[in-house]
């Protein structure tokens, strides 16, 4: 096995980080490929905790190559601030972190709107304010600045002028906002840019280079499946594709399949932002995971929503991903509580579906819930009680896929296999 893809299967924090680190030990390359420093994964190693926003997992791995691809939406400022975060934890250059020429920039502009959305009348996704968002609309507008722009100052400046037409109508009239010239937008650029030029590159060639070498590429998901912009819970989204069709699209793998693509599932389900969450539990249930779970983002420290294991939805995760295996984390949360369900269907316009599917309005749908014998295990023989067992069979069975991995807590070493991968 040579490509393994780590896939959020449901709204965003699974585990992607703690699986990714885990992995990274083995890997020659690691690889973000859509999203940007909206992501935040967490990765704990003894006392020293690590949240990594658009800088892939793999710094933390000496001789790993990391790369962040062409998909990522990329923030210069907020790279800088991170790097300096990260390098108390590792040392990172231009010879372990490659950016890709071909990544698109996230301006002020892109985080001026994003802001000012969040804050006005209309529907409110409950973004990150990052800019992600705005940014992805200019690269598909045509409008974007990518990174082999920085370093040419005056066409740099034009790009922006392009860029912020039609903005600066929005700012002035409608927005009523202040924002910098494109002078000093293309300025701050073009010296960040200077910092940032060691660690750019071909980075389409380094993966094609490391495939034919037979070197072993860890794809690092952000985000989640239901978050996807084509496939997740629209207009309740991320603007890229988080599912395992970004690989192909947002770093490449030339003319090869990803071997692997192991769905991060978390044992009950989370979402931050706004949007529909079927078996969400706005009760006393729902607290005590949430407390219990420690449920906040690991970027913007908001509460995270709490509710039941959503089979259908993870059915759907499967299909559109093509997950060959499953990663379970946080059984620790679940374990110890005296109730558990997990939703086996959905009730929709008098009829009942297993799985969900692209423009369901999930909405509507009413959760069926089977109940589940609680389990209470302290994980630390490796054995499985039967009530576990039975939670990760009906898992297994109803996905039609195996689960090839448990977590059982936020530690590099609280993690066990029951498949061999890379
Ligand atoms: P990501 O975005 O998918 O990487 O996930 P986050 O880092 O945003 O959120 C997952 C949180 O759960 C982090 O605080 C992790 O340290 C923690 N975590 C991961 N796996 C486990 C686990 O198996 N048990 C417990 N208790 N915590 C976990
Ligand atoms: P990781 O990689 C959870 C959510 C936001 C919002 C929606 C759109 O840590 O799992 P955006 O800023 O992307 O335009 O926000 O997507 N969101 C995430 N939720 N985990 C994430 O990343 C997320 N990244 C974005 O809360 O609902
Ligand atoms: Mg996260």
């Not at 910092?195 to 071909?202: C, E, N, S, W």
């Not at 706004?274 to 420690?294: S, Y």
């Not at 579906?353 to 369901?360: M, Q």
């Not at 448990?406 to 609280?414: D, V």
Request: glycine share 12%; proline share 4%.
């Amino acid at each position: 096995m040579k490509s393994l893809a780590i896939i959020g299967a449901q709204w965003g924090d699974e585990g992607k980080g703690k699986i990714s680190d885990y992995f990274g030990q083995k890997a020659d390359l690691v690889v973000r490929f859509q999203g940007g420093n909206n992501a935040g994964h967490t990765i704990i190693v003894g006392d020293v905790k690590t949240i990594l926003h658009v800088i892939p997992s793999g710094v933390l791995h000496k001789n790993c190559l990391s790369i962040i691809g062409h998909g990522v939406v990329f923030d210069p400022e907020a790279f800088l601030v991170e790097l300096e975060e990260v390098r108390a934890a590792t040392e990172i250059t231009g010879d372990n972190l490659k950016i890709s020429l071909g990544a698109a920039v996230i301006t002020s502009y892109h985080k001026i709107i994003d802001g000012i959305r969040e804050e006005g009348s209309g529907t409110k996704i409950g973004t990150t304010k990052k800019g992600i968002g705005p940014c992805y609309e200019d690269k598909i507008s045509r409008r974007g600045i990518k990174i082999k722009d920085l370093f040419d100052l005056e066409n740099l400046e034009a790009r922006l002028e392009e860029q912020i037409m039609e903005k600066k109508f929005l700012f002035d009239n409608l927005y009523k906002c202040e924002y910098p010239s494109c002078k000093e937008e293309a300025k701050k650029l073009f010296e960040l840019g200077k910092i940032l030029k060691p660690f750019v590159a071909d980075t389409f060639g380094l993966i094609d280079d490391a495939v034919k070498a037979g070197r072993k590429i860890l794809f690092e998901g952000a985000q989640g499946v239901l978050l996807d912009i084509d496939y997740g819970s629209y207009p309740f989204v991320t603007s890229s594709n988080t599912s395992s069709g970004g690989v192909y699209t947002g770093a490449g793998l030339p003319g090869k399949q990803l071997d692997e693509s192991v769905g991060i599932v978390k044992a009950y389900t989370t979402r931050v932002g706004t949007g529909p969450f079927p078996t969400e539990q706005l009760n006393d249930m729902g607290e005590l995971i949430q407390t219990k779970g420690h449920e906040f983002g690991a970027t913007t420290g908001r509460r995270r929503r709490c509710g039941w294991l959503d089979l259908p939805l993870l059915k759907y995760s499967a299909k559109v991903s093509n997950l060959t295996s499953l990663a379970v984390t946080k059984l620790d949360i679940l374990s110890g509580l005296d109730e558990l369900k997990v939703c086996v269907g959905y009730e929709y316009e008098g009829e009942i579906y297993e799985t969900a599917f692209p423009g369901l309005d999930l909405e509507k749908v009413k959760p069926v819930y089977r109940d589940m014998t609680p389990f209470n295990d302290t994980f630390e023989n490796g054995e499985l009680s039967t009530e576990l067992g039975e939670y990760i069979d009906i898992i297994e069975e109803f996905v039609g896929v195996p689960v090839g991995i448990l977590a059982y807590g936020p530690e590099r070493s609280q993690i066990s296999f029951r498949k061999e991968y890379f």
